[in-house]
């Protein structure tokens, strides 16, 4: 088969993620990725509740929880060891359970890769590499050719032509569907070589190494974190006026790793040279072509969020493409794609930024300014975590944005008439109405016709519906001041409304941003 629905450039967890969805949707989807299989090496160690609630939704929750350990606290101590934050990773989160977990990147292809394994209209197009991209008025035209991995070069002699519908590059730093495009770059400034180490420890409990922590020294700043169940990161900073190169060898690694292990506690699984830089592309769809993961953003590792921005990219992007493949809605709602993501993302690698100030500062005197500001607390709150801004979200006539829109919204788990299941099963990839169960009856003629138009499913909370359990959405209606919260199928929230007109307005915004 040669023509698809979409091709999907890049066999990282963004393109993954993305395939499954829209394989589940009904659509024929090929992946092409130049090497034989995804990268086997650690790359990205953390995702965060919101990521956990996409696994559950995709039903690979067992087995990703199962090479995965819950955040505990997240500790950034100065030079002597003293405590300059203690991040509580404990807490409950809006999803239920823990804020943040820790992975090996690794182990989460591989089950990604067993999920899609069978899946309908899902081709592999592995060791091909993408040779060339043309955008067409009804199709894009994707080129590709077998990739010699050894030799590093696609054999262009064999090429062979894929036509698809749309086509996403989540094909990393050097995208060459971002090429094509012709997005800009805008560059935030941030820019540092770190090497960065994985090793598997052979008995962990008797090796002095801290949980989870950032080591603001300024002899060398080190980032040390549990990278899954069984192995260990570190991360140290190259400092200016350091060669890069003088940093490649496995005795320079282990020579890092001194204070905390030597080469017969452990394994190396993985030494290399990183850079972290802080960029934002401009320019995320042109016609039918699309970008998504680090083909549209890269950020600073402080905040564990690169591989969970290109997640949401994926999960974002496609309930989008199934309404516009299946003719539900116009493909100008693909705009709405880099509206909502990339003031997100560019949040997200604003605060990443701030913590790398904190952590890369290889100044003494500097450093010693810092330590204090932190013992004394003379320091602004911490960023709120982004929602969306733009986009499909509903503002009222003045343009202000309705009660919620935009908000990551809560989940729980639900129980009715002897039934318990989580709101995610319950409403499955679609729009939801959740709403005061005492509010469910006033609903209008109008909005009813609308809500079977639009697939809308209905959750009604509280005496007489569903309750949940941890009271997290009853909560979140009653501290909006709302009796009902329109919630698109990426866990954000349309908007919200109070009375039984305001949610036949709200339903009737809906309706129409999202008319074919």
């Known amino acids: 088969m040669r023509q698809f629905d979409v091709v999907v450039i890049g066999y990282g967890p963004t393109g993954k993620v993305l395939a499954r969805l829209?394989?589940?949707?009904?659509?024929?989807?090929?992946?092409?990725?130049?090497?034989?299989?995804?990268?086997?090496?650690?790359r990205a160690v953390g995702y965060d509740h919101e990521i956990k609630r996409m696994f559950h939704a995709l039903g690979v929750a067992p087995a990703v929880e199962a090479i995965s350990r819950p955040m505990n606290h997240y500790v950034w101590y100065n030079a002597d060891w003293k405590v300059l934050i203690?991040?509580?990773?404990?807490?409950?989160?809006?999803?239920?359970?823990?804020?943040?977990?820790?992975?090996?990147?690794?182990?989460?292809?591989?089950?990604?890769?067993?999920?899609?394994?069978?899946r309908p209209g899902v081709s592999l197009f592995l060791s091909h590499e993408?040779?060339?991209?043309?955008?067409?008025?009804?199709?894009?035209?994707?080129?590709?050719?077998?990739?010699?991995?050894?030799?590093?070069?696609?054999?262009?002699?064999?090429?062979?032509?894929?036509?698809?519908?749309?086509?996403?590059?989540?094909?990393?730093?050097?995208?060459?569907?971002?090429?094509?495009?012709?997005?800009?770059?805008?560059?935030?400034?941030?820019?540092?070589?770190?090497?960065?180490?994985?090793?598997?420890?052979?008995?962990?409990?008797?090796?002095?190494?801290?949980?989870?922590?950032?080591?603001?020294?300024?002899?060398?700043?080190?980032?040390?974190?549990?990278?899954?169940?069984?192995?260990?990161?570190?991360?140290f900073m190259i400092k200016p006026g350091e060669n890069a190169e003088d940093f490649a060898s496995e005795e320079r690694a282990w020579e890092l790793l001194t204070p905390w292990?030597?080469?017969?506690?452990?394994?190396?699984?993985?030494?290399?040279?990183?850079?972290?830089?802080?960029?934002?592309?401009?320019?995320?769809?042109?016609?039918?072509?699309?970008?998504?993961?680090?083909?549209?953003?890269?950020?600073?590792?402080?905040?564990?969020?690169?591989?969970?921005?290109?997640?949401?990219?994926?999960?974002n992007l496609g309930w989008k493409l199934d309404r516009v493949l299946k003719g539900a809605s116009p493909d100008r709602l693909l705009d709405d794609y880099e509206e909502e993501r990339a003031p997100h993302v560019d949040a997200i690698i604003r605060i990443s930024m701030e913590m790398g100030r904190v952590v890369c500062v290889p100044d003494a005197v500097a450093a010693k300014a810092r330590d204090e500001a932190f013992f004394s607390r003379q320091?602004?709150?911490?960023?709120?975590?982004?929602?969306?801004?733009?986009?499909?979200?509903?503002?009222?006539?003045?343009?202000?944005?309705?009660?919620?829109?935009?908000?990551?919204?809560?989940?729980?788990e639900l129980e009715r008439d002897g039934r318990s299941d989580r709101l995610d099963r319950i409403i499955g990839r679609q729009f939801a109405l959740l709403i005061e169960a005492g509010a469910l009856p006033r609903l209008s003629a109008q909005s009813r016709v609308l809500i079977d138009a639009l697939e809308i499913v209905v959750v009604p909370i509280g005496p007489g519906g569903w309750r949940d359990r941890s009271g997290r959405i009853a909560e979140c209606l009653a501290g909006h001041h709302v009796s009902a919260i329109v919630a698109r199928p990426d866990?954000?929230?349309?908007?919200?409304?109070?009375?039984?007109?305001?949610?036949?307005?709200l339903l009737q915004d809906l309706s129409h941003r999202l008319a074919a």
Not at 31 to 41: F, G, K, Q, S
Not at 90 to 116: A, H, M, W
Not at 284 to 294: E, N, S
């Open 22 to 42: 829209l394989s589940d949707a009904g659509h024929s989807v090929a992946i092409v990725e130049r090497w034989p299989e995804a990268y086997p090496l650690p």
């Open 86 to 118: 203690d991040l509580d990773e404990t807490r409950d989160s809006i999803s239920g359970d823990r804020t943040g977990y820790l992975f090996n990147q690794p182990d989460l292809e591989r089950v990604l890769e067993r999920d899609l394994d069978g």
């Open 130 to 235: 993408a040779v060339s991209v043309e955008d067409a008025p009804d199709r894009v035209n994707v080129v590709i050719a077998p990739f010699d991995a050894a030799a590093r070069r696609a054999d262009t002699a064999r090429k062979t032509t894929l036509e698809a519908k749309y086509v996403v590059g989540c094909d990393g730093a050097n995208s060459l569907v971002r090429q094509t495009l012709g997005a800009s770059q805008i560059d935030h400034g941030f820019d540092a070589q770190w090497l960065v180490v994985d090793v598997l420890p052979r008995d962990l409990s008797h090796l002095p190494i801290p949980d989870a922590a950032q080591w603001c020294n300024p002899q060398r700043p080190t980032t040390i974190v549990p990278s899954g169940v069984a192995n260990r990161r570190w991360e």
């Open 261 to 315: 292990m030597k080469p017969s506690d452990g394994t190396l699984v993985r030494h290399a040279v990183y850079r972290f830089r802080s960029l934002l592309a401009r320019g995320w769809r042109k016609g039918r072509l699309l970008i998504a993961g680090d083909a549209a953003h890269l950020m600073p590792p402080f905040m564990g969020q690169g591989m969970c921005s290109g997640l949401r990219d994926a999960w």
């Open 379 to 412: 320091l602004p709150p911490p960023p709120v975590f982004p929602g969306l801004s733009g986009g499909l979200i509903a503002r009222g006539p003045d343009g202000v944005s309705a009660p919620a829109a935009g908000q990551l919204l809560p989940h729980d």
């Open 491 to 505: 866990f954000y929230a349309f908007g919200g409304a109070r009375t039984p007109d305001d949610i036949e307005h």
